[in-house]
Protein backbone atom coordinates (compact mmCIF):
# COMPACT_ATOMS: atom_id res chain seq x y z
CA UNK A 1 0.00 0.00 0.00
CA UNK A 2 1.72 3.00 -0.97
CA UNK A 3 2.03 5.77 1.84
CA UNK A 4 1.25 9.32 1.45
CA UNK A 5 2.34 12.31 3.93
CA UNK A 6 -0.07 14.93 3.23
CA UNK A 7 0.38 18.67 5.10
CA UNK A 8 -2.67 19.70 6.76
CA UNK A 9 -2.64 23.46 7.83
CA UNK A 10 -1.68 25.96 8.97
CA UNK A 11 -3.94 27.41 7.12
CA UNK A 12 -6.77 25.73 5.87
CA UNK A 13 -10.49 26.67 5.40
CA UNK A 14 -11.51 24.36 7.63
CA UNK A 15 -9.40 25.25 10.68
CA UNK A 16 -10.24 28.45 12.35
CA UNK A 17 -6.67 28.14 14.15
CA UNK A 18 -2.99 28.01 12.57
CA UNK A 19 -1.84 24.26 13.86
CA UNK A 20 0.33 22.55 10.91
CA UNK A 21 -0.83 18.94 10.74
CA UNK A 22 1.72 15.76 8.73
CA UNK A 23 -0.67 13.20 7.87
CA UNK A 24 0.44 9.72 6.67
CA UNK A 25 -2.37 8.46 4.79
CA UNK A 26 -2.77 4.98 3.38
CA UNK A 27 -5.39 4.74 0.75
CA UNK A 28 -7.13 7.84 2.50
CA UNK A 29 -7.02 6.02 5.77
CA UNK A 30 -4.83 8.51 8.19
CA UNK A 31 -2.15 6.25 9.72
CA UNK A 32 -0.20 8.37 11.74
CA UNK A 33 -0.61 12.33 12.06
CA UNK A 34 2.71 14.52 13.67
CA UNK A 35 1.79 18.09 14.89
CA UNK A 36 4.10 20.89 14.24
CA UNK A 37 3.64 24.00 16.20
CA UNK A 38 5.20 27.79 16.51
CA UNK A 39 3.34 29.66 14.33
CA UNK A 40 1.66 32.17 16.30
CA UNK A 41 3.97 32.65 19.41
CA UNK A 42 4.25 36.16 20.61
CA UNK A 43 5.99 35.54 23.94
CA UNK A 44 3.29 36.91 26.17
CA UNK A 45 4.78 35.15 29.24
CA UNK A 46 8.36 37.66 28.59
CA UNK A 47 6.14 40.40 29.34
CA UNK A 48 6.45 40.02 33.06
CA UNK A 49 9.53 40.90 32.86
CA UNK A 50 8.63 45.33 31.57
CA UNK A 51 4.92 45.35 32.81
CA UNK A 52 3.79 45.26 36.07
CA UNK A 53 1.26 42.71 37.93
CA UNK A 54 -1.79 44.87 37.19
CA UNK A 55 -1.00 45.45 33.34
CA UNK A 56 -0.30 41.50 33.01
CA UNK A 57 -4.34 41.32 34.07
CA UNK A 58 -4.80 42.89 29.97
CA UNK A 59 -1.90 40.90 28.70
CA UNK A 60 -3.13 37.40 30.03
CA UNK A 61 -6.43 38.60 28.51
CA UNK A 62 -5.35 38.08 25.35
CA UNK A 63 -3.86 35.06 25.62
CA UNK A 64 -7.12 33.99 23.94
CA UNK A 65 -9.63 36.47 22.76
CA UNK A 66 -12.44 33.83 23.30
CA UNK A 67 -11.15 32.93 27.09
CA UNK A 68 -10.31 36.12 28.01
CA UNK A 69 -12.42 36.89 30.95
CA UNK A 70 -11.69 33.45 32.43
CA UNK A 71 -7.52 34.23 31.77
CA UNK A 72 -7.86 36.90 33.67
CA UNK A 73 -10.06 35.70 36.76
CA UNK A 74 -7.39 33.09 37.32
CA UNK A 75 -4.19 35.69 36.74
CA UNK A 76 -6.27 37.76 39.72
CA UNK A 77 -7.09 34.88 41.94
CA UNK A 78 -3.49 33.42 41.88
CA UNK A 79 -2.32 37.42 42.72
CA UNK A 80 -4.99 37.43 45.54
CA UNK A 81 -3.66 34.48 46.93
CA UNK A 82 -0.54 35.03 47.11
CA UNK A 83 -1.27 38.57 49.09
CA UNK A 84 -3.69 36.90 50.89
CA UNK A 85 -6.52 39.73 49.51
CA UNK A 86 -10.40 38.28 50.30
CA UNK A 87 -12.56 39.69 47.50
CA UNK A 88 -16.00 40.99 48.44
CA UNK A 89 -18.92 38.07 48.18
CA UNK A 90 -20.31 40.44 45.59
CA UNK A 91 -17.34 40.66 43.36
CA UNK A 92 -17.10 36.96 43.40
CA UNK A 93 -20.46 36.07 42.03
CA UNK A 94 -20.10 39.01 39.36
CA UNK A 95 -16.90 37.16 38.26
CA UNK A 96 -18.61 33.63 38.05
CA UNK A 97 -21.72 35.70 35.66
CA UNK A 98 -19.09 37.15 33.63
CA UNK A 99 -17.37 33.64 32.99
CA UNK A 100 -20.46 31.98 32.76
CA UNK A 101 -21.47 34.37 30.01
CA UNK A 102 -18.11 33.91 28.62
CA UNK A 103 -18.24 29.92 28.40
CA UNK A 104 -21.92 30.35 26.68
CA UNK A 105 -20.44 32.53 24.08
CA UNK A 106 -17.31 30.30 23.39
CA UNK A 107 -19.63 26.56 22.91
CA UNK A 108 -21.63 28.75 20.23
CA UNK A 109 -18.72 29.47 18.74
CA UNK A 110 -17.38 25.67 18.72
CA UNK A 111 -21.14 24.87 18.02
CA UNK A 112 -21.27 27.03 15.06
CA UNK A 113 -17.88 25.68 13.67
CA UNK A 114 -17.90 21.96 14.23
CA UNK A 115 -21.39 22.23 12.13
CA UNK A 116 -19.35 24.32 9.47
CA UNK A 117 -16.46 21.81 9.56
CA UNK A 118 -18.79 19.06 8.80
CA UNK A 119 -20.60 21.20 5.89
CA UNK A 120 -23.77 22.29 7.55
CA UNK A 121 -23.24 26.24 7.00
CA UNK A 122 -26.95 26.92 7.94
CA UNK A 123 -26.15 25.94 11.59
CA UNK A 124 -23.63 27.15 12.06
CA UNK A 125 -25.26 30.74 11.16
CA UNK A 126 -28.09 30.07 13.61
CA UNK A 127 -25.15 29.33 16.71
CA UNK A 128 -23.78 33.06 15.74
CA UNK A 129 -26.55 34.56 15.35
CA UNK A 130 -27.73 33.14 18.57
CA UNK A 131 -24.07 34.33 20.31
CA UNK A 132 -24.35 38.19 19.37
CA UNK A 133 -27.08 38.11 21.67
CA UNK A 134 -24.86 37.43 24.69
CA UNK A 135 -21.83 39.59 23.10
CA UNK A 136 -24.24 42.02 23.26
CA UNK A 137 -24.53 41.53 27.00
CA UNK A 138 -21.08 41.59 27.47
CA UNK A 139 -20.98 45.17 25.21
CA UNK A 140 -23.77 46.65 27.89
CA UNK A 141 -22.64 45.68 30.56
CA UNK A 142 -18.45 45.10 30.63
CA UNK A 143 -17.84 48.01 27.73
CA UNK A 144 -16.59 45.40 25.22
CA UNK A 145 -17.44 42.50 23.12
CA UNK A 146 -14.73 39.82 23.25
CA UNK A 147 -12.26 40.99 25.69
CA UNK A 148 -14.01 42.63 28.68
CA UNK A 149 -11.05 43.56 31.21
CA UNK A 150 -13.63 43.45 34.10
CA UNK A 151 -11.17 42.04 36.44
CA UNK A 152 -9.03 43.89 39.03
CA UNK A 153 -6.37 42.54 41.75
CA UNK A 154 -8.77 42.85 44.39
CA UNK A 155 -12.45 42.25 42.21
CA UNK A 156 -14.00 43.94 39.68
CA UNK A 157 -13.79 46.97 38.07
CA UNK A 158 -17.67 46.89 36.69
CA UNK A 159 -20.64 46.17 38.34
CA UNK A 160 -24.27 45.35 37.62
CA UNK A 161 -27.80 47.42 38.28
CA UNK A 162 -30.89 45.62 39.18
CA UNK A 163 -32.19 46.91 35.92
CA UNK A 164 -28.93 45.05 33.82
CA UNK A 165 -29.58 41.91 35.81
CA UNK A 166 -33.28 41.85 34.82
CA UNK A 167 -32.64 42.27 31.15
CA UNK A 168 -29.41 39.81 30.86
CA UNK A 169 -32.51 37.44 32.34
CA UNK A 170 -35.06 38.33 29.47
CA UNK A 171 -32.27 38.07 27.34
CA UNK A 172 -30.74 34.56 28.46
CA UNK A 173 -34.55 33.37 28.30
CA UNK A 174 -34.42 34.17 24.73
CA UNK A 175 -31.25 32.57 24.05
CA UNK A 176 -32.28 29.38 25.81
CA UNK A 177 -35.27 29.34 23.46
CA UNK A 178 -33.87 29.56 20.13
CA UNK A 179 -31.06 27.31 20.91
CA UNK A 180 -33.22 24.88 21.99
CA UNK A 181 -34.63 24.99 18.98
CA UNK A 182 -30.99 23.85 17.68
CA UNK A 183 -31.57 20.67 19.51
CA UNK A 184 -32.95 18.27 17.71
CA UNK A 185 -30.42 19.06 14.72
CA UNK A 186 -27.75 19.33 16.36
CA UNK A 187 -28.40 16.02 18.38
CA UNK A 188 -30.99 13.94 16.17
CA UNK A 189 -30.02 14.62 12.77
CA UNK A 190 -29.23 11.79 11.05
CA UNK A 191 -26.97 13.51 8.59
CA UNK A 192 -25.23 15.01 11.55
CA UNK A 193 -24.97 11.77 13.11
CA UNK A 194 -23.53 9.82 10.02
CA UNK A 195 -20.79 12.39 10.35
CA UNK A 196 -19.57 12.36 14.17
CA UNK A 197 -20.98 8.85 15.79
CA UNK A 198 -17.80 6.75 15.78
CA UNK A 199 -15.91 8.89 14.56
CA UNK A 200 -12.44 9.68 16.73
CA UNK A 201 -13.06 7.90 19.44
CA UNK A 202 -11.11 8.17 22.42
CA UNK A 203 -11.94 5.68 25.52
CA UNK A 204 -11.95 6.47 29.30
CA UNK A 205 -8.31 5.08 29.39
CA UNK A 206 -6.97 6.64 26.98
CA UNK A 207 -8.62 10.21 27.75
CA UNK A 208 -7.47 9.91 31.53
CA UNK A 209 -3.67 8.54 30.56
CA UNK A 210 -2.98 10.81 27.86
CA UNK A 211 -4.36 13.87 30.05
CA UNK A 212 -7.23 15.42 28.10
CA UNK A 213 -9.29 18.21 29.48
CA UNK A 214 -12.24 19.79 29.47
CA UNK A 215 -14.91 18.62 27.11
CA UNK A 216 -12.81 16.13 25.79
CA UNK A 217 -12.25 14.14 28.83
CA UNK A 218 -16.03 14.87 29.84
CA UNK A 219 -17.23 13.43 26.52
CA UNK A 220 -14.92 10.29 27.28
CA UNK A 221 -16.62 9.35 30.67
CA UNK A 222 -14.64 10.89 33.05
CA UNK A 223 -15.98 13.73 35.63
CA UNK A 224 -13.74 16.19 36.39
CA UNK A 225 -14.63 19.76 35.96
CA UNK A 226 -11.94 22.48 37.86
CA UNK A 227 -15.40 24.20 38.80
CA UNK A 228 -15.61 21.69 41.45
CA UNK A 229 -12.46 23.38 43.43
CA UNK A 230 -15.29 25.58 44.73
CA UNK A 231 -13.38 28.88 43.49
CA UNK A 232 -15.10 32.05 42.99
CA UNK A 233 -18.82 31.86 44.03
CA UNK A 234 -18.93 28.25 42.74
CA UNK A 235 -19.67 26.75 46.09
CA UNK A 236 -22.85 28.29 46.99
CA UNK A 237 -23.65 27.47 43.22
CA UNK A 238 -25.74 23.70 41.90
CA UNK A 239 -24.32 22.35 38.59
CA UNK A 240 -22.81 18.67 38.02
CA UNK A 241 -20.85 18.34 35.29
CA UNK A 242 -21.81 17.06 32.20
CA UNK A 243 -20.82 13.41 31.31
CA UNK A 244 -21.09 11.67 28.11
CA UNK A 245 -19.71 7.87 27.67
CA UNK A 246 -19.54 7.76 23.76
CA UNK A 247 -15.81 9.23 23.80
CA UNK A 248 -16.67 9.86 19.87
CA UNK A 249 -16.91 13.59 18.70
CA UNK A 250 -20.99 13.21 18.88
CA UNK A 251 -20.45 12.96 22.80
CA UNK A 252 -17.68 15.77 22.53
CA UNK A 253 -20.44 18.02 20.69
CA UNK A 254 -23.10 17.18 22.88
CA UNK A 255 -21.26 17.86 25.99
CA UNK A 256 -20.52 21.13 24.84
CA UNK A 257 -24.09 21.44 23.93
CA UNK A 258 -25.77 20.98 27.36
CA UNK A 259 -22.89 22.73 29.33
CA UNK A 260 -24.38 25.74 27.48
CA UNK A 261 -27.76 24.95 29.12
CA UNK A 262 -25.98 24.70 32.57
CA UNK A 263 -24.20 28.05 31.89
CA UNK A 264 -27.23 29.24 31.56
CA UNK A 265 -28.94 27.93 34.55
CA UNK A 266 -25.51 29.33 36.50
CA UNK A 267 -26.07 32.82 35.62
CA UNK A 268 -29.25 33.13 36.79
CA UNK A 269 -28.33 31.07 39.98
CA UNK A 270 -25.93 34.10 40.50
CA UNK A 271 -28.05 36.66 39.82
CA UNK A 272 -30.74 35.28 42.08
CA UNK A 273 -28.31 34.98 45.13
CA UNK A 274 -26.00 38.43 43.71
CA UNK A 275 -25.20 39.79 47.32
CA UNK A 276 -25.23 43.60 48.25
CA UNK A 277 -21.82 45.82 48.72
CA UNK A 278 -18.59 46.20 47.21
CA UNK A 279 -17.39 45.47 44.46
CA UNK A 280 -13.20 45.83 44.78
CA UNK A 281 -11.29 46.29 47.64
CA UNK A 282 -7.89 48.23 47.66
CA UNK A 283 -4.82 47.04 47.57
CA UNK A 284 -1.32 47.98 48.58
CA UNK A 285 1.98 46.42 48.21
CA UNK A 286 3.47 43.78 45.91
CA UNK A 287 3.08 40.07 45.36
CA UNK A 288 5.48 37.66 47.00
CA UNK A 289 5.76 34.20 47.00
CA UNK A 290 4.92 31.59 44.74
CA UNK A 291 0.93 30.33 43.94
CA UNK A 292 -0.72 28.23 41.81
CA UNK A 293 -4.32 28.35 40.00
CA UNK A 294 -6.83 25.94 38.35
CA UNK A 295 -10.03 27.00 36.62
CA UNK A 296 -12.44 25.66 34.32
CA UNK A 297 -12.16 27.19 30.83
CA UNK A 298 -14.78 26.37 27.69
CA UNK A 299 -11.88 23.85 26.75
CA UNK A 300 -10.67 22.43 30.04
CA UNK A 301 -8.36 22.92 32.84
CA UNK A 302 -6.49 26.01 32.91
CA UNK A 303 -3.51 26.50 35.01
CA UNK A 304 -0.83 29.12 36.11
CA UNK A 305 2.06 29.33 38.34
CA UNK A 306 3.16 33.13 39.37
CA UNK A 307 6.06 34.12 40.85
CA UNK A 308 6.29 37.21 42.77
CA UNK A 309 9.51 38.78 43.94
CA UNK A 310 8.21 41.41 46.50
CA UNK A 311 8.45 44.09 43.41
CA UNK A 312 5.86 45.34 40.73
CA UNK A 313 7.01 42.78 37.93
CA UNK A 314 6.66 39.36 38.39
CA UNK A 315 9.03 36.58 38.36
CA UNK A 316 7.81 34.05 36.65
CA UNK A 317 4.25 33.46 35.03
CA UNK A 318 3.55 29.98 33.27
CA UNK A 319 0.31 29.61 31.56
CA UNK A 320 -0.94 26.01 30.62
CA UNK A 321 -3.70 26.05 27.91
CA UNK A 322 -6.13 23.22 27.74
CA UNK A 323 -5.33 22.77 24.36
CA UNK A 324 -1.83 21.94 24.88
CA UNK A 325 -3.40 19.05 27.13
CA UNK A 326 -5.84 18.06 24.46
CA UNK A 327 -3.29 17.70 21.70
CA UNK A 328 -1.71 14.21 22.51
CA UNK A 329 -5.21 12.39 23.08
CA UNK A 330 -6.13 14.09 19.32
CA UNK A 331 -2.70 12.41 18.17
CA UNK A 332 -4.33 9.61 19.32
CA UNK A 333 -7.94 9.94 17.70
CA UNK A 334 -6.65 10.77 14.36
CA UNK A 335 -5.17 7.09 13.21
CA UNK A 336 -7.78 5.14 11.41
CA UNK A 337 -9.89 7.60 10.11
CA UNK A 338 -10.86 8.76 7.17
CA UNK A 339 -8.64 11.94 5.65
CA UNK A 340 -12.65 13.09 4.97
CA UNK A 341 -13.08 13.05 9.11
CA UNK A 342 -9.46 15.04 9.45
CA UNK A 343 -11.70 18.42 10.15
CA UNK A 344 -14.50 17.00 11.95
CA UNK A 345 -11.61 15.70 14.95
CA UNK A 346 -9.18 18.29 14.83
CA UNK A 347 -12.41 20.32 15.89
CA UNK A 348 -14.24 18.22 18.29
CA UNK A 349 -11.04 19.20 20.76
CA UNK A 350 -11.78 23.13 19.86
CA UNK A 351 -8.03 23.60 19.39
CA UNK A 352 -6.66 27.51 20.35
CA UNK A 353 -3.32 27.07 18.81
CA UNK A 354 -2.65 30.68 19.97
CA UNK A 355 -3.64 29.59 23.35
CA UNK A 356 -1.63 26.89 23.37
CA UNK A 357 2.07 28.93 22.29
CA UNK A 358 1.04 32.29 24.13
CA UNK B 1 -36.42 18.15 8.86
CA UNK B 2 -39.84 18.90 8.94
CA UNK B 3 -39.44 21.04 12.65
CA UNK B 4 -37.06 23.38 11.07
CA UNK B 5 -39.83 24.15 8.18
CA UNK B 6 -41.27 27.23 10.44
CA UNK B 7 -37.66 28.46 10.93
CA UNK B 8 -36.92 28.34 7.07
CA UNK B 9 -39.95 30.29 6.27
CA UNK B 10 -39.39 32.43 9.15
CA UNK B 11 -36.02 33.04 7.39
CA UNK B 12 -37.19 33.40 3.85
CA UNK B 13 -39.96 35.73 4.73
CA UNK B 14 -38.63 37.32 8.46
CA UNK B 15 -36.34 40.18 8.21
CA UNK B 16 -32.20 40.04 8.22
CA UNK B 17 -30.75 39.07 10.80
CA UNK B 18 -27.92 41.05 9.64
CA UNK B 19 -27.35 44.56 8.84
CA UNK B 20 -25.76 46.38 5.65
CA UNK B 21 -23.06 47.43 7.61
CA UNK B 22 -21.64 50.78 6.21
CA UNK B 23 -25.04 51.73 5.41
CA UNK B 24 -26.53 51.23 8.30
CA UNK B 25 -25.00 50.87 12.05
CA UNK B 26 -26.17 49.91 15.12
CA UNK B 27 -25.40 52.40 18.01
CA UNK B 28 -23.13 51.55 20.94
CA UNK B 29 -24.55 51.12 24.01
CA UNK B 30 -23.82 53.15 26.42
CA UNK B 31 -20.93 51.76 28.57
CA UNK B 32 -18.58 50.82 25.36
CA UNK B 33 -15.26 51.98 25.23
CA UNK B 34 -14.82 53.72 22.11
CA UNK B 35 -12.46 56.14 21.21
CA UNK B 36 -9.85 58.00 23.63
CA UNK B 37 -10.94 61.53 24.09
CA UNK B 38 -9.21 64.35 26.39
CA UNK B 39 -10.01 67.34 27.08
CA UNK B 40 -6.70 68.58 26.64
CA UNK B 41 -8.01 72.82 28.40
CA UNK B 42 -8.41 70.18 31.71
CA UNK B 43 -5.72 68.06 31.23
CA UNK B 44 -2.48 69.02 33.86
CA UNK B 45 -0.27 65.90 31.85
CA UNK B 46 0.99 64.60 34.90
CA UNK B 47 1.77 61.29 32.90
CA UNK B 48 -0.75 58.93 35.32
CA UNK B 49 -2.42 57.83 32.36
CA UNK B 50 1.02 56.95 30.10
CA UNK B 51 2.29 55.32 33.15
CA UNK B 52 -0.80 52.94 33.91
CA UNK B 53 -1.44 52.26 29.74
CA UNK B 54 -0.53 48.45 29.37
CA UNK B 55 -0.21 49.23 25.81
CA UNK B 56 2.29 52.21 26.20
CA UNK B 57 0.43 53.72 23.29
CA UNK B 58 0.30 56.78 25.40
CA UNK B 59 2.89 59.86 25.24
CA UNK B 60 2.43 62.90 27.19
CA UNK B 61 5.00 65.64 27.38
CA UNK B 62 4.79 68.36 29.78
CA UNK B 63 7.18 70.83 28.61
CA UNK B 64 5.29 71.85 25.75
CA UNK B 65 2.07 70.21 26.59
CA UNK B 66 1.67 67.55 24.22
CA UNK B 67 -0.92 64.36 24.33
CA UNK B 68 -0.62 61.30 21.78
CA UNK B 69 -2.11 58.83 21.83
CA UNK B 70 -1.96 56.03 19.23
CA UNK B 71 -5.27 54.45 18.38
CA UNK B 72 -3.66 51.27 16.70
CA UNK B 73 -2.11 50.39 19.61
CA UNK B 74 -4.68 51.07 22.47
CA UNK B 75 -6.41 47.75 23.94
CA UNK B 76 -9.16 49.82 24.70
CA UNK B 77 -9.12 49.06 28.37
CA UNK B 78 -10.12 51.99 29.90
CA UNK B 79 -6.99 52.20 32.52
CA UNK B 80 -6.18 55.65 31.73
CA UNK B 81 -9.81 56.58 31.81
CA UNK B 82 -9.63 55.65 35.90
CA UNK B 83 -6.29 56.51 36.33
CA UNK B 84 -6.90 60.50 35.15
CA UNK B 85 -6.88 62.47 38.79
CA UNK B 86 -8.37 65.40 36.48
CA UNK B 87 -11.16 63.25 34.50
CA UNK B 88 -10.31 65.00 31.53
CA UNK B 89 -9.70 61.96 29.49
CA UNK B 90 -13.33 59.77 27.98
CA UNK B 91 -13.92 57.00 25.90
CA UNK B 92 -16.63 58.00 23.08
CA UNK B 93 -19.53 55.34 23.09
CA UNK B 94 -18.93 55.18 19.35
CA UNK B 95 -17.51 52.91 17.32
CA UNK B 96 -13.59 53.50 16.11
CA UNK B 97 -13.92 54.79 12.02
CA UNK B 98 -12.31 52.91 9.57
CA UNK B 99 -9.02 54.49 8.44
CA UNK B 100 -6.87 53.80 5.30
CA UNK B 101 -3.30 54.72 6.92
CA UNK B 102 -1.58 54.86 10.31
CA UNK B 103 -2.90 58.10 11.80
CA UNK B 104 -2.55 59.50 16.06
CA UNK B 105 -4.18 61.35 17.76
CA UNK B 106 -2.26 64.38 18.43
CA UNK B 107 -3.59 67.21 20.69
CA UNK B 108 -1.85 70.37 22.29
CA UNK B 109 -2.82 72.09 25.25
CA UNK B 110 -1.22 74.69 27.46
CA UNK B 111 1.84 73.35 29.20
CA UNK B 112 1.57 73.85 33.29
CA UNK B 113 3.65 76.74 35.00
CA UNK B 114 6.59 75.74 36.69
CA UNK B 115 5.62 75.98 40.37
CA UNK B 116 8.93 78.46 41.45
CA UNK B 117 9.15 81.73 39.36
CA UNK B 118 12.91 82.05 38.15
CA UNK B 119 14.20 85.27 39.21
CA UNK B 120 16.78 87.60 37.96
CA UNK B 121 18.33 87.80 41.14
CA UNK B 122 21.44 85.94 41.02
CA UNK B 123 21.51 85.17 44.54
CA UNK B 124 18.46 83.49 44.93
CA UNK B 125 19.74 80.23 42.99
CA UNK B 126 22.77 80.14 44.91
CA UNK B 127 20.57 80.54 48.25
CA UNK B 128 18.08 77.58 47.25
CA UNK B 129 21.26 75.28 46.68
CA UNK B 130 22.43 75.77 49.90
CA UNK B 131 18.90 74.88 51.21
CA UNK B 132 18.87 71.63 49.27
CA UNK B 133 22.32 70.90 50.39
CA UNK B 134 21.11 71.02 54.25
CA UNK B 135 18.27 69.02 53.65
CA UNK B 136 18.59 65.47 53.71
CA UNK B 137 18.49 63.54 50.77
CA UNK B 138 14.75 62.18 49.99
CA UNK B 139 14.32 58.80 48.09
Partial sequence: MPRTIIPFGPQHPVLPEPIHLKLVVEDEIVTEALPQLGYVHRGLEKLTEIRDYNQMIQIVERV???????????????????????????????????????????HLLWLGLFADAFGFESVFMQFWRIREKIMDINEATAGNRVIVSVNVVGGTRADLTPEQCSWILTELDKVEAE?????????????????????????????????????????????????????????????????????????????????????????????????????????????????????????????????GNGTKFMERVRIRTPTFANIPPLLAMLPGIELADVPVVVLSIDPCISCTER | MAFMTTNVLKNLVGRYSTRLYPITTRAAFDAYRGELYNEIEKCIFCQNCARKCPSQC?????????????????????????????????????????????????????????????????????????AKAKKPAKK
Avoid at chain 1, 284 to 303: A, H
Fill in chain 1, 179 to 307: FKKLQKVMLDDYTVKKRTVGIGVLTREQAYSLGAAGPTLRGSGVAQDMRQLKYAAFDSLDFEPVVETGGDCYSRSKVRFLETLQSIDLVRQAIARLPMGETAVKVKGNPEGEVDMRVEQPRGELFYYLK
Fill in chain 2, 58 to 130: ISVDKEIGTWVCDPFACVYCGLCVEACPVNCLHMKSAWRHVATGREMIEMQGTPPKPKKKKTEDAAAPAEDAE
Fill in chain 1, 64 to 106: CGICSKIHAMCYCQGIEQMMGIEIPERAKYLRVIWSELHRIHS
